[in-house]
Structures are given as structure tokens and as C-alpha cells.
């Protein structure tokens, strides 16, 4: 493939090996070895640098997410800089070895290869969320400040072969204290008057000891007011931004918001760089475990769309990357990185040439999967991205849907600009909201049955090297698909059954229609729920995740239930199924073990055994 980057918007173009498992710490999907192999695949796609851990939350395989868990002060700095929240990495002596070792030997590869090297922390570390807005490492506490600056300095010393640092001051297990929170230091100034000063102090140690050297701050979980009054106290020379594609999250359909392209104007403005973190390969965070999707349109959109904000220096990959494999979406990226003006029908024809016999309705296949994507509603909560762990065999309450109960400037402002709901509050949903998502699903999932009915036949056509990534990804997309239709009838049922909650006495025409179509929907739940496992039995030999594997088909036995009690006596149904339940349910769901509030995020729902996301499960 032609690398030719002179002309890329992107003057920073960073990647990274793996696949993390966002909902079970310490995992991954997939461990993708960071073999010179791989790492010289990722250059030949146009990437020119690297971030050298998988920094992720819930530390797949113990990566390193804080400075805290490769670099130990020597016992007299320790002594009179402790750090007193304990660490969330394995804390053994071998497991410390093993940590620095990897990023000593990633760092040497990668400048092998001639790419720049990238190692990515959070810091103040405070355990994520723990300790709420008053946590006890404060950036205003000088001692703080000091012990930072002094690991930096042995991190620079410990691992020459790290270029840039890239720090994120909220998540990564780092926290702030809040103005309105009670640290006596803090209350009452604003974040954008503390947070440079401290930034400021990191940054002016690590070019103290690697003079070419940036620090690419993340402002992630910053209101957009908060990002924008930071920017212009940031010194050019010692910063760099980067991004989250929106002001919410990374999400594939809606890159380059109002905020980022405010924030990189602002950016430019001062001089300060500015990578924007997005996904480059198939594999993300908004799917996952559903790991072989392809809609390399998106892709391509999305990058043109992050390449056409001004201001806008690189592009990073957010989740990780396997480029030992086929993923449409990330040779997109390469076609892209090669030729940024390169158009829709060219990037396809050329992305779809390694099909032969196959090349059109490939071609076909992925207009219709990009399709579904775009009409999918990503936008509803952050929740939503928990769809490839969702049962479609959801629970039997009613359908709701969540915010996040996670005590942000970001999820308490700006991010409702993205997201239908942020913030976690306790009311009910309207029935035009869960319409507005029931219908946006059932869309999706028709652009998907097309791109299903479409990919099915051709497979024969398929050169044999790439079949089976052909059938992963029809395997992986039928599981989608599946999942928006039970959200779909989810959504609906809950709707029929308020209405004839509400009008009981509703004259016949209506109230029958609605009482026939609760049945169908229930009738199309059971048969979504039979299909699924239909194809999950009938998929052996496909590297199916565990999760995925049933022992024998087994009924849904409450669904049975439903449709016989809604037979037999409506009152008896109304009062048993798709109910709201008492309002303190909202957000309650299944105990939080001690891992999920590790995780932070992902607090109430980690659980695979969670019967759909968007119901308060009674299971
Ligand atoms: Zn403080």
C-alpha cells in the first residue's frame, strides 16, 4: 500500500496492538502481539508513532495506566512524598518487571522502526472515582505537584525511548477535586485557573529531561466552557491536545461536533497541536465483544469529517488495533492516510479489489453496513455502546434508559449536547423518546437484514483466504442486528402496555389494536431470541467468544409466560410485566461488586448477566 504522507492533514498519525475488554478488568478480547511484524503492518497503513501501553480502564492483561505502576520513588522520596491511595495494577515485584520490560521493549522496537513513541497515563491518581469530589491527591497541594514531577523524571530516565507523554487528569483512575467540593485548597476556583499550573509542572519535567519531547494532554470529562478556558493558558511549546472525537465520547456516526471544532480553532489559534482520537479498525468500544463488524464508510466519513475541522493536527486510535487480520475499516484508514482526497467510490473500489468474484457485492455489503451504523441511535446514552453485551432475551420490566451516574464537569454539562440522556436523573422516559429510539432501531436493523440477505449468498464468491472474516463478520452483524430488534420491541411493548395502563376503558378499536400488536411484539421477541440461538449453535468453529456459546437452546421461559398471561387475563399482565417498578429502582439494577466500582464506569452494568440495558432487570 502507497504511504505516501506528504499531503495528510494528519501530521500525527498514532496507533497501538490489542483489543481491551472494557466490562471485565484485567482482560482482553484480544491480545495482539507487538511484534516488529505488527508494528511495521501499522506503519505501512501511514501511522508514524505509537502509544506504547494499552492504556485502558479496567487494565487489560495489568497494562500500565498510572506513572504509580512502572516508576517507585527511591525510599527517601517516598518517605517524603507518599502516595497514600493504594494502586489498582498487580503491586508484586514481577509484575512491576514485567510492566517496565514491555514498555522498554515496545519504545526500542517502535524507534527500530522509525516511529515516535507515545506512553499514556492518568494522573493525580485517585482511584478513579473513589473518593468523590474532594479526592486526596490534590493538583493545588504542592507536595502533589512535586512527587509528579520527580516520577517523570525517573520515568524519562527509566524508559529513554518514550518521545511524548500523553496525561489524562480525569479517568485512567485520575480525578479532581471539584470547586463546589470540599477541599479547602480548591473550593471556589474554577478548574481552569488550577489545572494549567499543575499540567504546566509535568510538562516543564518531562522537557527537562527529553528537550523534543510533548505532553498531550487529554481534557477528557472538562465541560466544553472548561476545555475552551484552559486552552489559551497551555505554553504552545510545552503541550499538546488530545481529543475524544466529541465532547461526549468516541463515537463512530458522530465525529467532529461543535466543541471540537471549537477546541482545535481555539487550539490552532495559540498554537498548540491537536490529535483527535477516533476508530480506525473494526474492533471499538461501541461494539465489543462483536468484534469483525465492517462499515469502512463510516470510517472514511468519519476521518474526512475530523480532517475538515481546522485546527485539527493528528488522528490517534482510541481502542486498539489488529492489523494481523482483515478489518475493511482499517485498511480505510490506510486508503485514507494515503490519499485524503481520495473519494467514496475510489476508496470502495479499492478496498473491495482483494474480493474479486466478490468485489461489487462487497462493495454493496459495506454501503448497506455503514448505512445501518449512521441510522443506528448511538446518540441515546452512553449505555448504548454496551449493545454487543446485551441479551435479547431482555428482562420483562419496562424498557428504560440510562445516564450515567458519574459525577463529571463533562457528564453534568456539555455532554447532553451528544447524548439524549447524560447525567443520571430520576424520571421517567416519555414515550416519544423510547419511539424515537424503537424506530431508529428497527431502521437499522433493516439496513443490516439487507446487508445480511446480501452477504449470505456471496460468500462462495469469497476468495478462500479472506471467507472466514467474511463469516465473522455475517455472524457478528446478525448478533447486532438481533440486539436492535430487541431493543426495538422492547421499546414498544413498553409503550403498548402504558397506554393500555392509562386507557383502560379506551373504546374497543383501540384498545384491541393495541392488545393484538403487544402480541405480535412479543411474538417477535421470542422468534429474535430463537433465531439467535438458532445461529449460535449452528456457528461452530468460528473463534466464538465464550460468551456467545450456549450448552443446548434454552426457552424463554418468562416471555412463555407473558404471552399466556396476556391471553388469559390483561389486568394480570399489566400488573406483572413492563412495569416502570418504584422509582428508586432507577439506576439500582444488580449489586455493585467490588470490581465494577474498580471500573468506574461501568458500575451498574458489567455483568454479562444483565438482561438489556436499558431495563432495570429484576434477574
Ligand atoms: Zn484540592
Known sequence: MATDNNH??????????????????????RVVPWTDANLQRLKDLGFNTIQVNVAW?????????????????????????????PLNCDPSPERRQQRRADVRQRSEACHRLGLRTIFHFGAPYNNHMRYGDGPPNCISDDKVLRRYALMLESFARDFPEVDDILVYTYDQDAWLCSEFGPCPRCLGIPLHERLPHFLEGLATAWQGKRPVGRLWWEPWELSAGQVYACIPRLRPELFGLSVHANVAEVMATHPADRWLKNTASLAADHGLPVIVEYW??????????????????????????????SGVTGIKEYYGLDPDRE?????????????????????????????????????????LTSHGMELFPWDVAWYVRQIGRSRVDHALSAARIRGMPCR???????????????YEYFTEDDPWLREDIELRCRM????????????????????EALRLSVERNLLDLGRLRRRA????????????????????????????????????????????????????LAAP???????????????????????????????????????????????????????????????????TAEKGLFSVSSR
Open 280 to 309: 480506525l479498525g473494526g474492533p471499538c468500544e461501541e461494539q465489543e465483544p462483536l468484534l469483525h463488524l465492517s462499515h469502512p464508510l463510516v470510517t472514511l466519513r468519519g476521518l474526512k469529517a475530523i480532517a475538515a475541522a
Open 57 to 85: 480502564g479496567p487494565r487489560p492483561n495489568d497494562e500500565p495506566l498510572n506513572l504509580e505502576d512502572v516508576v517507585e520513588l527511591p525510599p527517601d522520596l517516598a518517605a517524603q512524598y507518599p502516595q497514600v491511595v
Open 541 to 607: 468453529g468460528l473463534g466464538l467468544l465464550p460468551l456467545f456459546v450456549p450448552a443446548a437452546p434454552q426457552p424463554w421461559q418468562e416471555a412463555d409466560d407473558a404471552l399466556r398471561l396476556l391471553d388469559q387475563d390483561l389486568p394480570a399482565f399489566l400488573e406483572t410485566y413492563l412495569n416502570i417498578g418504584p422509582v428508586n429502582l432507577v439506576g439500582g439494577g444488580p449489586a455493585q461488586s467490588a470490581q465494577d466500582q474498580k471500573a468506574g464506569f461501568i458500575p451498574l452494568l458489567a455483568s
Open 327 to 367: 478489518d475493511p475499516n482499517l485498511r480505510m484508514t490506510g486508503l485514507f492516510l494515503a490519499n485524503p482526497a481520495i473519494t467514496e467510490a475510489q476508496a470502495l473500489e479499492e478496498l473491495a479489489r482483494p474480493y474479486q468474484a466478490a468485489e461489487a457485492d462487497m462493495a454493496r455489503f459495506w454501503q
Open 485 to 536: 430488534l430487541a431493543y426495538a420491541y422492547h421499546f414498544r411493548e413498553t409503550n403498548l402496555a402504558q397506554m393500555l395502563r392509562e386507557y383502560p376503558e379506551a373504546p374497543a378499536p383501540a384498545h384491541t389494536r393495541s392488545v393484538a400488536e403487544l402480541r405480535q411484539c412479543l411474538q417477535a421477541d421470542l422468534e429474535n431470541y430463537t433465531l439467535e440461538q438458532q445461529a449460535d
Open 444 to 463: 437499522a436493523a433493516e439496513a443490516w437484514g439487507q446487508a445480511l440477505s446480501l452477504g449470505e449468498p456471496i460468500l462462495a464468491n469469497v476468495p
Open 8 to 29: 495528510s492533514p494528519f501530521q500525527t498519525r498514532v496507533g497501538f496492538l490489542g483489543n481491551p475488554n472494557s466490562a471485565d478488568p484485567f482482560k482482553f478480547w
Open 408 to 422: 463529571t464537569p463533562s457528564w453534568c454539562s456539555t455532554r447532553a449536547t451528544i447524548f439524549l440522556r447524560s
